[in-house]
């Protein structure tokens, strides 16, 4: 079983950057793909990023292509979300999820494991 920990949130001004790190333990982290959602207050958790075991495929939500980064460093167990610029409508709790199969943009249910969430405020 794996565990997942977020960390890197907080508070940042539009046109900012933020790096989200998940770390995992407790299992064979290069086995799983993984992916980060994101939930804001009265809406359903969202697609953000997902990158493959082997860190080799990447898929990112419309909402954050261009302008997030998805990554991983297997020796560190840990997965990377690089988020510039920042919009006002980034704000969120974070997520990261983590899938031997059905890892991808969805939906949350085909992730196995999930962490506690990191929250994401941007200020306009």
């Known amino acids: 079983q794996v565990q997942l920990v977020e960390s890197g949130g907080g508070l940042v001004q539009a046109g900012g950057s933020l790096r989200l790190s998940c770390a995992a333990s407790?299992?064979?982290?290069?086995?799983?793909?993984i992916g980060w959602f994101r939930q804001a207050p009265g809406k359903e958790r969202e697609f953000v990023a997902a990158?493959?075991?082997?860190?080799?495929?990447?898929y990112y939500g419309d909402s954050v292509k261009g302008r997030f980064t998805i990554s991983r460093d297997n020796a560190k167990n840990t997965v990377f979300l690089q988020m510039n610029p920042l919009k006002p409508e980034d704000t969120a709790v974070y997520y990261c999820?983590?899938?031997?199969?059905?890892w991808g943009v969805g939906p949350p249910s085909r992730y196995d494991y999930w962490g506690q969430g990191t929250q994401v405020t941007v200020s306009s």
């Open positions: 999820a983590a899938a031997t199969t059905g």
């Open positions: 407790g299992g064979t982290f290069s086995r799983y793909g």
């Open positions: 990158l493959s075991p082997g860190g080799y495929r990447t």
